[in-house]
């Protein structure tokens, strides 16, 4: 029902900054929460950031507060995640995820919450 397609990925120093992006189909984008995740190499798959469909809502993890932002521009079907001041410790392939009534403020941290996923991005941050 929704397909999504992440880009922006790429190698950046430490200190850099870079912005993804997330490319929806559907006519009904404007009601999905839509959620960044990201996994490393050995690690588990782990939440960065969400924001609701009106983009009223956005919640981030503490790892990244501060640091990235998430936005949606629903009249292009789009989700951003604009990530500055990276550091090494942000490597990874990070994932676009939509979600419907499932992703609720208990459970939007919870990768299981969401129904539709992208193929990933890879984001590098050397030393």
């Known amino acids: 029902q929704v397909q999504l397609v992440e880009s922006g990925g790429g190698l950046v120093q430490a200190g850099g900054s870079l912005r993804l992006s997330c490319a929806a189909s559907?006519?009904?984008?404007?009601?999905?929460?839509m959620g960044w995740f990201r996994q490393a190499p050995g690690k588990e798959r782990e939440f960065v950031a969400v924001?609701?469909?009106?983009?009223?809502?956005?919640e981030y993890a503490d790892s990244v507060k501060g640091r990235f932002t998430i936005s949606r521009d629903n009249a292009k079907n789009t989700v951003y995640l604009q990530m500055n001041t990276l550091k090494p410790e942000d490597t990874a392939v990070y994932y676009c995820?939509?979600?419907?009534?499932?992703?609720?403020?208990?459970?939007?941290?919870?990768?299981?919450?969401?129904?539709?996923w992208g193929q990933g991005t890879q984001v590098t941050v050397s030393s």
């Open positions: 924001v609701t469909g009106s983009g009223g809502t956005s």
């Open positions: 995820a939509a979600g419907n009534s499932r992703v609720t403020f208990a459970t939007m941290r919870n990768y299981r919450s969401y129904d539709y």
């Open positions: 559907g006519r009904t984008f404007s009601s999905y929460s």
